[in-house]
């Protein structure tokens, strides 16, 4: 069953502000967006990873990958067109489709092998989640509290989030709507969609706070503060 992972990799991380694309931000010397591959690769059951670039970083970024089984293609406007880019160089004979955001470079190995054994045993769509253990409730527009949510029932969302590959293409199909995830494409055509555990490790790196709790996991520091 051939596995393929698509990596949408070409956002501008303004959120983070490195003054250059997120995903090619260094943790302690190799870019996120290489740790992100190379912990899609690490399991040994993904065939082929479709990384997902802005358009000026496709030449740059080739070398970057050595002789792994990468193919770089170039993104769009938003996260949506950037995974429909990579899913439209997919061979017919791709069975299985993970998407997986280059800005979570620390995902542990077991995440992906559990996605892909859900999807294998026969899900049609998965995503890894976690519990939210905060307190939540909705404000109005001046701040204040509308309601206390019932967290038992809500989950944080990972990814690599898992398909198979003919349930993600209908999903995909004509101009879906900008996302944040894949999931929810395939949620609105009525499939339905398995968790199995996330990990604290697949955080997403977003803001400079989180760049500075990945480089100190990384780097060991983490262990000696305090
Ligand atoms: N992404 C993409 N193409 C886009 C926008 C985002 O491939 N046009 C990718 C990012 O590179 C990232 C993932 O989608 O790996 C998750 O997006 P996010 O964390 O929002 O990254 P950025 O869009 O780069 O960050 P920001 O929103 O702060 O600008
Ligand atoms: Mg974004």
Redesign the pocket.
Known sequence: MSVVAVV?????????GAGMP??FVELSGVPMLVRAVDGLLAPGVVDHVVV?VPGDQVAAAGPMFGDRPVTVVP?????T??VAAGLAVLGPGTEVVLVH???RPLTPPDVVRRVVAAVRAGAPAVIPVLPVPDTVKTVDGAGVVVSTVDRSALRAVQTPQGFRAGDLRRAYAGTPDPRTDDAGLVEAIGDPVRTVDGDPLAF?V?TAWDLRIAELLLTGAGERIG
């Open positions: 949408p990799a070409a956002g501008s991380g303004v959120r983070l997120k995903a997902v993104g769009g406007a938003d996260r067109a950037s955001d280059a800005a997403k977003t």
